[in-house]
T-cell receptor, first 109, second 116 residues
């Protein structure tokens, strides 16, 4: 079956670095997305990885290891506005996104 | 890297009118393009897969007569929302496959459609 596993909740301090891990099992694989979702709003696109390795985009970086079925989202220089849920979503062989439950990230001053 | 240009980024139209959204691959040939729709507070959902020179393949529950997809060239696919209604208001996003060995997907910036 298809399964996504990521921590339910994480807490970090403003200005620090946090890594949100995601492991997945899907029927086929066509890349993996990370989305950010603030409470009551639609998810917004953060990153897309299809090849192994690290992709950096400003304060956010995303890593993928296809052989391990593993990805992480790295957030640097945390700001209070980064408090949100972060959703890991691999894309299966039918180009459908398989959504995880998300990780609620709490940033403390 | 490869760029996918999507236009318009934002459109408002009256109920009953048709709206065309364009998706262009700017520096590569896209044999396959995908159209997604995202409603507020919901997931990004695949609507259809568009292959150059052939009819699009629609996902279950997507009306092919309402959402017309044309992929007439290797760099352009269009999605036309016909006789739009307020319930069609959504964020539409396209993506394109390069056709290279790694077949990475590249995404357009999306189109926010609001039907009054």
């Amino acid at each position: 079956g298809q399964n996504i596993d990521q921590p339910t909740e994480m807490t970090a301090t403003e200005g620090a670095i946090v890594q949100i891990n995601c492991t997945y099992q899907t029927s086929g694989f066509n890349g993996l997305f990370w989305y950010q979702q603030h409470a009551g709003e639609a998810p917004t696109f953060l990153s897309y990885n299809v090849l192994d390795g690290l992709e950096e985009k400003g304060r956010f970086s995303s890593f993928l290891s296809r052989s391990k079925g593993y990805s992480y989202l790295l957030l640097k220089e945390l700001q209070m506005k980064d408090s949100a849920s972060y959703l890991c979503a691999p894309m299966d062989s039918n180009y459908q996104l398989i959504w995880g439950a998300g990780t609620k990230l709490i940033i403390k001053p | 890297g490869a760029v996918v240009s999507q236009h318009p980024s934002w459109v408002i139209c009256k109920s009953g009118t048709s709206v065309k959204i364009e998706c262009r691959s700017l520096d590569f040939q896209a044999t396959t393009m995908f159209w997604y729709r995202q409603f507020p507070k919901q997931s990004l959902m695949l609507m259809a897969t568009s292959n150059e020179g052939s009819k699009a393949t629609y996902e279950q529950g997507v009306e092919k007569d309402k959402f017309l997809i044309n992929h007439a060239s290797l760099t352009l696919s269009t999605l036309t929302v016909t006789s739009a209604h307020p319930e069609d208001s959504s964020f539409y996003i396209c993506s394109a496959k390069t056709g290279s060995k790694n077949e990475k997907l590249f995404f357009g910036s999306g189109t926010q459609l609001s039907v009054l």
